[in-house]
Nanobody, 123 residues
Framework: QVQLVESGGGLVQAGASLRLSCAAS????????MGWFRQAPGKKREFVAS????????YYADSVKGRFTISRDKSKNTVYLQMNSLKPEDTAVYYC????????????????WGQGTQVTVSS
């Protein structure tokens, strides 16, 4: 059984930082890309960032490029999303996803999903 568990969300002021974690268990993820998506109230879920599990290749949405950093710790089967210079428009539920065989911004390419963690940025 595949399980992805996110943590690290919270309420912060604009300009602050947060680090999200996604702990993966249940199967080997060494061949798959992992990604972060987010869904703001009343909006569609959107791609944030992805990383190849073994190669460390990363991709970012333009809206977060230069502020967010995705990384992984293979020994812990964990992916992180370091979020700096947070803005109120970053407020959303952040989801970890896995199972993509190549880099992708499309939700349907990631068969495994976590439950999400809330990030709220106040102005």
């Amino acid at each position: 059984q595949v399980q992805l568990v996110e943590s690290g969300g919270g309420l912060v002021q604009a300009g602050a930082s947060l680090r999200l974690s996604c702990a993966a268990s249940g199967r080997s993820f060494s061949r798959y890309y992992m990604g972060w998506f987010r869904q703001a109230p009343g909006k569609k879920r959107e791609f944030v960032a992805s990383i190849s599990w073994s190669g460390g290749t990363t991709y970012y949405a333009d809206s977060v490029k230069g502020r967010f950093t995705i990384s992984r710790d293979k020994s812990k089967n964990t992916v992180y999303l370091q979020m700096n210079s947070l803005k109120p428009e970053d407020t959303a539920v952040y989801y970890c996803a896995s199972g993509a065989t190549t880099w992708s911004t499309r939700q349907r390419d990631y068969p495994y999903w976590g439950q999400g963690t809330q990030v709220t940025v106040s102005s």
